[in-house]
């Protein structure tokens, strides 16, 4: 009787699991639910993903008679330089119904010429209103006459990792395509290609053509902007980079506001933190990054950020390197209040920090070296926070750098200035600003001994150039 009973009883079981799952699948009820698609999505949003073509002109050497018997004769380029146009594709994203588009620097440096073909093929001289190459991301303007375009708009949310998505763009050139994937994953710091690398990863199909073309959201958002694969043969493996619509938001008003990104500093040196040395601070795990250096009045000093302190998060958002630090302070306008969260003596605690942009002290007074000497031609300026933040040089160098070495001068035929050198002494002078150069310069006047140290990729080097009469 009990075995009956415990039969009854499972049969029961298994009988409610049936039903439930059966609720889980149902057979569609109506059209509507056999046609689920991302069609309605794509409506909305192809609209607002454009081709990008750009042509540039460049110079080359070729005579436009390569392998002849002149050049067997006499050497290439025996006719003078000679002018080669070249063109290039990507994809482009309207962000403004009144003709602002967003794709990428790497799509449109360096152009003579921009174009944009919306998808109803209709097509616009675009004007550049902003490269921004420290992100990758340029800004365009198209003419529309008043005309309302269609635009996709910003997300109110970042994207989740799981996130369904879709990649829109024109890879190869074949005409606008449309692929599927998730978020794979977010705040991507270790793939490179920008000075503010946090990317979106997704395995959504890109390939070249689609760079500047928009990652979209589920609800017709831009969620970012792709710009990056990575690929042994070139194609998509299913890794694929887009920069969150956060950092694209905030380039594209800066390019409609002041036609420049003007980003704030943070003003300290950080360290990255493994488990020894979370353990070390009394942390619970790896995370934040440790604070190894402070610059004096930086926007850290004046928030009360110390030595040793662990910052772990910037307005909410959690910190665990420098590069997603200078990412969160990236997406903000100077002249905000931001909180940040400190750990300190084993406590979390929260300080207020202005945002600012890195100070230019001392001037930079960019020159050019003149003269016949060895040194003739290099460009140099004063290292200061500001230039260093330009230039992606070490913010606490401080001294005289060299910002170019321009062909056919006297500098590259020596060649021992290089663009990043910092010069530390020169002909006996001791080198702290410009005017330290030049007065060296003149000191070594008709001489032909030209000692000199400088500081190449934190080494110093030392040595004599000498001139022979």
């Known amino acids: 009787m009990k075995a009956i009973n415990l039969f009854i009883v499972l049969a029961l079981v298994l009988l409610s699991g049936k039903a439930h799952a059966d609720a889980l699948r149902q057979i569609p009820i109506d059209q509507a639910q056999v046609q689920l698609s991302y069609a309605p999505i794509v409506r909305e949003a192809a609209p607002a993903v454009v081709n990008v073509y750009s042509k540039r002109t460049v110079q080359t050497a070729g005579s436009g008679f390569s392998g002849s018997l002149f050049e067997r004769m006499f050497g290439p380029g025996i006719f003078g330089p000679q002018e080669r146009v070249q063109q290039s594709l990507g994809s482009g994203v309207i962000v403004g119904e009144d003709g602002v588009i967003v794709t990428n620097n790497h799509v449109v440096k360096g152009a003579d010429e921009l174009r944009v073909v919306l998808s109803d093929r209709r097509e616009f001289d675009a004007k550049l209103l902003l490269a921004d190459e420290k992100t990758d991301l340029a800004v365009l303007r198209i ?3 008043g005309e309302i375009l269609p635009s996709m708009p910003f997300p109110d949310e970042e994207a989740e990792v799981g996130d369904l998505v879709l990649a829109i763009g024109n890879p190869f050139g074949v005409g606008q395509t449309v692929t599927s994937g998730i978020v794979s994953a977010t705040a991507r710091t270790d793939v490179g290609a920008s000075d503010y690398a946090f990317f979106i990863q997704t395995d959504a199909a890109i390939n070249p053509g689609n760079s500047g073309g928009a990652l979209v959201s589920m609800q017709g ?3 970012g902007v792709n710009t990056i694969i990575l ?4 194609g998509s493996n299913g890794i694929g980079f887009a920069i969150p619509a956060s950092m694209v938001r905030r380039v594209v008003e800066a390019a409609i506001a002041d036609g420049e990104v003007v980003r704030p500093w943070f003003g300290a040196r950080l360290q990255n933190i493994d488990r020894d040395l979370s353990a070390s601070l009394g942390l619970d795990r790896p995370r934040g990054a440790l604070v190894s250096e402070i610059y004096p009045k930086s926007a850290a000093a004046k928030a009360g950020v110390k030595r040793g302190d ?3 998060a910037i307005d909410g958002k959690n ?4 590069q997603g630090l200078r990412f969160q302070l990236a997406i903000h306008k100077i002249g905000k209040k931001i909180p940040i969260t400190i750990f300190r003596d ?11 942009a890195a100070p230019e002290t001392p001037l930079r007074n960019n020159t ?3 003269g016949t000497h060895p040194f003739g031609g290099a460009e140099i300026a004063n290292l200061s926070p500001a230039l260093a933040e330009e230039r992606s040089f070490d913010p606490f160098a401080k001294g005289v750098v060299v910002l170019n070495v321009p062909s056919r001068s006297a500098a590259r035929y020596y060649g021992v200035l290089r663009p990043g050198d910092i010069i530390l002494d020169l002909n006996g002078v001791r080198i702290d600003q410009v ?3 030049k007065r060296a310069i003149r000191a070594g006047e008709n001489s032909w001994r030209w000692p000199i140290r400088i500081e190449r990729g934190g080494r110093e080097v030392s040595g004599t150039i000498r001139i022979r009469g």
């Open 231 to 234: 690929s042994r043969s070139g």
């Open 310 to 312: 662990v910052i772990l």
């Open 143 to 145: 003419k529309t006459d």
């Open 346 to 356: 084993g406590k979390e605690i929260t300080r207020k920090l202005s945002t600012r």
């Open 221 to 223: 958002k831009l969620l």
């Open 319 to 322: 910190i665990n390197s420098e």
């Open 435 to 437: 005017e330290d150069v």
């Open 368 to 370: 050019r070296i003149e």
